[in-house]
């Protein structure tokens, strides 16, 4: 697969977000472990979690169990893959989410995250969302501990605006803050801004439900005629259609588009050697 970088780390152009295998909906853990498997060994070398990826309750930190039991049994290199969880998000158990941005709580967050993955440092550790009770720089303050402690190897933001990105880089320094991960797709575009700021910036920029949290080929086409169009043309599927057209958007973006098949995340791996000429990207775009 194409390489791309977060940080001083080169990963696959294309990650694997963790989360409908946690959630409501999941599916069971053996599909969910073939899943992963067939994503590594497609060349997918970042997985994003997070502790909040359950159904809460008993069940927080769900996806870094399901992703360390994934790694360990998996036949290739562990140490290839960059694992990526976050803190922050809180899930109580009622099917709710809620936000807990306080330093302690983050501080804690991380420790129970380094347990679950079974690792001495946490590739790249993410404050999930901002919390509107806690002044940001507390929250991104732990962030800066955690890289000095040595129990963060990267640290990021997610859910963040460019004033709050701007913050982050000023509190963590000069060329510490890894990525910026946002809810950015064909049809959730208000991110745009961040995406072209995270470019100027060389900061890896992580699209979260980069297919518009749609998981079939029928219902990305009806969104977007064109998308069906230059699928066509490629013989290929429309959602590698738009995964090519938001790798096109910069050498920072790395798309983690969700999966809990084996067959959906082979299909998106794919649109990492899909490239569409100028017309094509200009006719998705709209």
Do not use: C
């Not at 969302?129 to 955690?146: A, H, N, Q, T």
């Not at 950015?184 to 890896?204: M, N, Q, V």
């Not at 013989?235 to 096109?248: D, F, H, Y």
Request: no cysteine; hydrophobic share 40%; glycine share 12%.
């Amino acid at each position: 697969m194409r390489q791309r970088t977060i940080g001083a780390r080169q990963v696959g152009a294309i990650g694997l977000g963790e989360m409908p295998m946690s959630i409501e909906g999941r599916p069971d853990e053996e599909q969910s472990i073939r899943t992963i498997h067939a994503a590594l060994d497609a060349g997918v070398t970042l997985i994003d979690t997070a502790d909040a990826y359950s159904l809460g309750g008993q069940d927080t930190g769900h996806g870094e169990r399901l992703v360390a039991k994934a790694l360990a049994s998996w036949g290739g290199d562990p140490d290839a893959v960059l694992v990526a969880t976050k803190g922050g998000h809180v899930r109580p158990g009622d099917g709710s989410w809620q936000v807990d941005g306080r330093p302690e709580h983050l501080r804690s967050a991380a420790e129970a995250s380094l347990r679950r993955l079974g690792v001495e440092a946490i590739g790249l550790y993410q404050f999930h969302r901002p919390d509107p009770r806690v002044p940001y720089e507390d929250s991104v303050g732990v962030l800066k501990e955690l890289l000095e402690e040595g129990k963060a190897r990267m640290v990021g933001i997610s859910n963040a605006n460019n004033a709050q990105i701007d913050l982050a880089v000023s509190i963590l320094g000069e060329g510490r803050l890894a990525s910026v991960q946002n809810q950015f797709s064909l049809s959730f575009r208000s991110s745009e801004g961040e995406l072209e700021h995270t470019g100027k910036l060389g900061i890896a920029f992580l699209p979260w439900s980069p297919l518009g949290g749609i998981g079939n080929a029928s219902a990305l086409a009806k969104l977007r005629p064109a998308v069906a169009e230059v699928a066509r043309a490629h013989g290929v599927s429309p959602q590698q259609v738009v995964l090519a057209w938001m790798l096109a958007k910069g050498d920072h973006v790395i798309p983690i588009p969700g999966s809990s098949r084996p067959e959906t995340i082979r299909d998106s791996v794919a649109a990492a050697e899909l490239q569409l000429s100028p017309e094509e990207l200009a006719l998705v775009d709209g």
